[in-house]
């Protein structure tokens, strides 16, 4: 199950952490941080590669937040958006951003496909707010 939602917890991770952007983790009121995907206990079961992808999706998404927030773009909807989401929902969302754009299949912006899947995603949620 967990080599199943590695590509898309990776973003999702990151995009969580991204809302609390700024500040040491001293500095951030532990209620305030959204749960995660997985825990550390499960990041260490994983394979080195899927370790590496895991911690580089997070930044990826901690970047793509920063960007966001520079623009003024409140990330705070996709919190309450993803609650509840599996990982395996979360990664067939993706799945399906990713296979409807095949133009960007060469770049460097799955975080973006991730980014407009959650807002389709969100956008049919009832009582999701953005």
Not at 51 to 61: E, L, P
Request: aromatic residues 8%.
């Amino acid at each position: 199950m967990i080599r199943n939602f590695v590509g898309l917890a990776i973003l999702m991770v990151g995009f969580l952490l991204g809302i609390v952007q700024g500040g040491a983790q001293a500095d951030i009121d532990s209620a305030l941080i959204p749960k995660s995907f997985m825990s550390g206990k499960d990041w260490r079961g994983l394979s080195k590669g899927e370790q590496q992808a895991y911690a580089a999706g997070v930044i990826d998404g901690l970047d793509l937040a920063f960007a966001y927030g520079k623009q003024g773009t409140s990330l705070a909807w996709i919190n309450p958006c993803v609650t509840g989401m599996s990982s395996d929902q979360v990664r067939a969302m993706l799945l399906v951003e990713i296979d409807a754009n095949p133009g960007e299949w060469n770049l460097l912006t799955v975080h973006q496909s991730m980014y407009r899947a959650l807002r389709k995603a969100c956008k049919l949620s009832p009582g999701t707010s953005r």
